[in-house]
């Protein structure tokens, strides 16, 4: 007997049950992002690897060790399954001209990939919800991608996530922090872990994200990024406050927060909980204003952030949702031939009038057939037998206690009872 194969690790399969709750959740996201005037915009799982090299640094951690990247066996073309979703958002806004037009307000829901280590909400094939606004220059549109995340988390009955924000500075100004940070690392030479040696001179503004507790304090009492910014870039970040007091969303100045990808400027922040764990941030983002000219476009101003959909769904789960069953507004249940040929007819016809139906399949007596009504969850059952199927009625049976009794209506008449039974039922809701 040959082996059963498996998923590969860390790619994880999403059954009917949690799917559903999956498609909620998306439902949710697409209305709040429509409200914000968002679009959306789908762009390719396999991009060049060159375009992540040049977007997100070689000396990142996504490209130095953790990107899925592969020589394409027909042409040699080096491709990379997307670790993220900016680079080839704005690849796409550069390649279709979309930067030459008015101001763009896009999104994208999908699959990304990195090599990592897999462990509760960190995943190698992972989804997220990205969001890039395109030609804005001004802190209102960084201030309002934070306010929508504040909205969605109350949408989504989530409490607990605390904003955390930060300034990057123009690439000038880093390039002076950037010195200090050197110097200082420098001199405490002997505290410094392989990782941290290693990015001393290629990205000592990584060290500052380090996860080991031995760097913790040297990192605390290293040369702040804020210590070198000038007038225009504070008073870019003080235009983003004070929205955000304005609004009375609250937030904490983290000036360790750096984010780990290279093309971030100005504005970066991260939405955090402390109820998933070592994985707690569940949305990220910034300011990325010279990524459209590094991509090869003209420079263009540009502001995004992106969520964790697993990290998302642990925290509804864990503050209480659980996964729901759609269950259909009617299960029909038909025995005898010429029962089953209306049955399809039926199943038709009150599908046209919007009314969900589980046309019941593989055969079976009616009291078998009745059992899998009951356990569908179905409001309603419609039961044909070949007596009904020549007089073209059927018979409409409530499965909930508080329904109208069993009765026989023509198939004609079906979809106007089940509907004002469904609406009466809302109603007593």
Same mark, same amino acid.
């Given at each position: 007997?040959?082996?059963?194969?498996?998923?590969?690790?860390?790619?994880?399969?999403?059954?009917? *049950?949690?799917?559903?709750? @999956?498609?909620?959740?998306?439902?949710?996201?697409?209305?709040?992002?429509?409200?914000?005037?968002?679009?959306?915009?789908?762009?390719?799982?396999?991009?060049?690897?060159?375009?992540?090299?040049?977007? $997100?640094?070689?000396?990142?951690?996504?490209?130095?060790?953790?990107?899925?990247?592969?020589?394409?066996?027909?042409?040699?073309?080096?491709?990379? %399954?997307?670790?993220?979703?900016?680079? &080839?958002?704005?690849?796409?806004?550069?390649?279709?001209?979309?930067?030459?037009?008015?101001?763009?307000?896009?999104?994208? $829901?999908?699959?990304?990939?990195?090599?990592?280590?897999?462990?509760?909400?960190?995943?190698?094939?992972?989804?997220?919800?990205?969001?890039?606004?395109?030609?804005?220059?001004?802190?209102?549109?960084?201030?309002?991608?934070?306010?929508?995340?504040?909205?969605?988390?109350?949408?989504?009955?989530?409490?607990?996530?605390?904003?955390?924000?930060?300034?990057?500075?123009?690439?000038?100004?880093?390039?002076?922090?950037?010195?200090?940070?050197?110097?200082?690392?420098?001199? =405490?030479?002997?505290?410094?872990?392989?990782?941290?040696?290693?990015?001393?001179?290629?990205?000592?503004?990584?060290?500052?994200?380090?996860? =080991?507790?031995?760097?913790? *304090?040297?990192?605390?009492?290293?040369?702040?990024?804020?210590?070198?910014? &000038?007038?225009?870039?504070?008073?870019?970040?003080?235009?983003?406050?004070?929205?955000?007091?304005?609004?009375?969303?609250?937030?904490?100045?983290?000036?360790?927060?750096?984010?780990?990808?290279?093309?971030?400027?100005?504005?970066?922040?991260? @939405?955090?909980?402390?109820?998933?764990?070592?994985?707690?941030?569940?949305?990220?983002?910034?300011?990325?204003?010279?990524?459209?000219?590094?991509?090869? +476009?003209?420079?263009?101003?540009?502001?995004?952030?992106?969520? +964790?959909?697993?990290?998302?769904?642990?925290?509804?789960?864990?503050?209480?949702?659980?996964?729901?069953?759609?269950?259909?507004?009617?299960?029909?249940?038909?025995?005898?031939? *010429?029962?089953?040929?209306?049955?399809?007819?039926?199943?038709? +016809?009150?599908?046209?009038?919007?009314?969900?139906?589980?046309?019941?399949?593989?055969?079976?007596?009616?009291?078998?057939?009745?059992?899998?009504?009951?356990?569908?969850?179905?409001?309603?059952?419609?039961? $044909?037998?070949?007596?009904?199927?020549?007089? &073209?009625?059927?018979?409409?049976?409530?499965?909930?206690?508080?329904?109208?009794?069993?009765?026989?209506?023509?198939?004609?008449?079906?979809?106007?009872?089940?509907?004002?039974? %469904?609406? *009466?039922?809302?109603?007593?809701?």
């Amino acid at each position: 007997m040959s082996q059963t194969l498996q998923s590969v690790r860390g790619m994880n399969d999403i059954l009917p *049950d949690e799917a559903e709750f @999956w498609e909620l959740f998306e439902d949710t996201i697409r209305s709040w992002l429509k409200a914000y005037g968002y679009r959306p915009i789908r762009m390719p799982i396999v991009e060049p690897t060159p375009l992540f090299k040049r977007a $997100i640094g070689e000396v990142t951690d996504i490209v130095e060790k953790e990107m899925y990247s592969f020589e394409d066996s027909l042409n040699g073309e080096q491709l990379t %399954l997307r670790p993220e979703g900016t680079a &080839g958002c704005v690849r796409a806004v550069i390649q279709h001209g979309l930067a030459n037009q008015a101001p763009r307000r896009l999104y994208y $829901i999908g699959q990304m990939f990195r090599h990592e280590r897999p462990q509760k909400g960190r995943y190698r094939q992972f989804h997220q919800v990205g969001v890039e606004s395109i030609g804005f220059a001004g802190p209102d549109i960084d201030a309002e991608m934070i306010l929508m995340g504040a909205r969605l988390w109350a949408d989504l009955g989530l409490d607990g996530i605390e904003l955390q924000i930060n300034s990057l500075g123009q690439p000038e100004e880093r390039a002076q922090h950037r010195a200090a940070l050197i110097a200082y690392f420098e001199e =405490n030479a002997e505290i410094l872990d392989e990782d941290a040696k290693r990015r001393l001179y290629t990205n000592p503004l990584r060290i500052l994200d380090t996860k =080991n507790p031995a760097l913790q *304090d040297m990192c605390a009492a290293a040369p702040k990024l804020i210590d070198y910014l &000038g007038e225009a870039s504070l008073a870019h970040f003080e235009g983003v406050q004070r929205v955000l007091r304005d609004a009375g969303v609250p937030f904490v100045v983290n000036p360790r927060l750096v984010r780990g990808l290279d093309y971030y400027n100005l504005t970066v922040f991260e @939405w955090v909980t402390d109820k998933l764990g070592a994985q707690g941030t569940v949305c990220a983002g910034g300011r990325y204003d010279g990524l459209v000219e590094q991509l090869g +476009g003209k420079p263009t101003p540009a502001c995004g952030f992106a969520m +964790g959909v697993e990290r998302l769904i642990a925290l509804i789960k864990e503050s209480g949702g659980e996964p729901t069953n759609p269950a259909p507004d009617v299960y029909l249940v038909h025995q005898g031939v *010429d029962a089953s040929r209306l049955a399809f007819r039926v199943a038709e +016809g009150l599908r046209d009038q919007g009314i969900n139906v589980l046309l019941h399949c593989g055969g079976g007596s009616f009291k078998s057939q009745m059992k899998k009504a009951d356990g569908s969850g179905a409001t309603f059952a419609v039961v $044909i037998g070949d007596d009904e199927a020549v007089s &073209g009625e059927a018979q409409l049976k409530s499965l909930r206690e508080d329904g109208v009794a069993q009765r026989k209506l023509k198939v004609d008449d079906l979809a106007e009872a089940i509907i004002g039974q %469904l609406i *009466d039922s809302d109603e007593e809701e």
